[in-house]
């Protein structure tokens, strides 16, 4: 059985960075909507709000892989004057949206619905987030995918991005966070590292592109695509 659930598992993340939209959010939607990751809701004082407080700037947010909109309410709301949080699943969306609307920030706070890895932004933000949702990033795709959401990044913008990643010194297993952090170190400008006492030893980088024309870039074309639609605060 052990065997059955682990290689059902590795389907599952198989299908959540590279399978269709459609099946990607009937998964997410499904493990929202029966409870399976409720233990996500609260993450007051997590260790990437300090480091969003530094970069924001009283600025934009464009918080890839939003979930449920932790960002969007714990952050403290002087921090940022707006924020767009993207996620494939409507349930979490949906969530999200309740707990904006709970929190009386329904005019600083946006939600789109849609792949994060196809989005297409038609502004540019100050920091631009991946708070674990780099792990749905194929490691193939990590640096085109920064590249891609670089003109988005108002100049002296950055990335910022959180996850668990053993220190590389001491990793033998060379996990793929681990190969995620390496790729993201050897391509791109780091600002600043932190790696949290945090159970699991969370770690978050700042970066900016290396090339200062891939910074300055105007988003000229933003939005040439139809974006996905904003839902709308319920």
Not at 7 to 12: P, R, T
Not at 16 to 29: E, T
Not at 41 to 65: K, N, Q
Not at 145 to 165: H, M, N, Q
């Amino acid at each position: 059985m052990r065997v059955v659930r682990r290689g059902m598992g590795l389907v599952s993340s198989f299908l959540l960075s590279y399978g269709p939209q459609v099946i990607k959010r009937r998964v997410w939607d499904k493990r929202f909507s029966t409870g399976q990751w409720n233990f996500i809701d609260h993450t007051v004082g997590d260790c990437v709000y300090p480091v969003l407080e530094r970069y924001a700037r009283s600025g934009s947010i464009l918080d890839l892989g939003c979930g449920p909109g932790n960002t969007a309410t714990e952050l403290a709301a002087h921090v940022y004057h707006s924020y767009v949080g993207v996620d494939i699943s409507e349930e979490a969306l949906a969530k999200a949206a309740a707990r904006t609307e709970a929190s009386a920030r329904k005019e600083k706070n946006r939600f789109v619905c849609g792949d994060f890895l196809a989005y297409v932004p038609t502004e540019q933000f100050d920091i631009i987030l991946f708070r674990e949702s780099m792990y749905h990033v194929p490691l193939g795709r990590v640096k085109t995918t920064l590249d891609r959401y670089s003109p988005c990044l108002k100049e002296g913008g950055v990335f910022i991005v959180r996850l668990f990643a053993a220190s590389r010194e001491n990793d033998k297993s060379k996990s793929r966070p681990t190969a995620m952090l390496g790729i993201l170190e050897s391509e791109f400008n780091v600002v600043e590292k932190l790696q949290s006492a945090e159970p699991g030893r969370p770690t978050v980088v700042v970066l900016r592109p290396k090339s200062a024309a891939a910074k300055d870039l105007k988003p000229d074309g933003l939005g040439s695509r139809e974006a996905p639609p904003a839902l709308s605060h319920r």
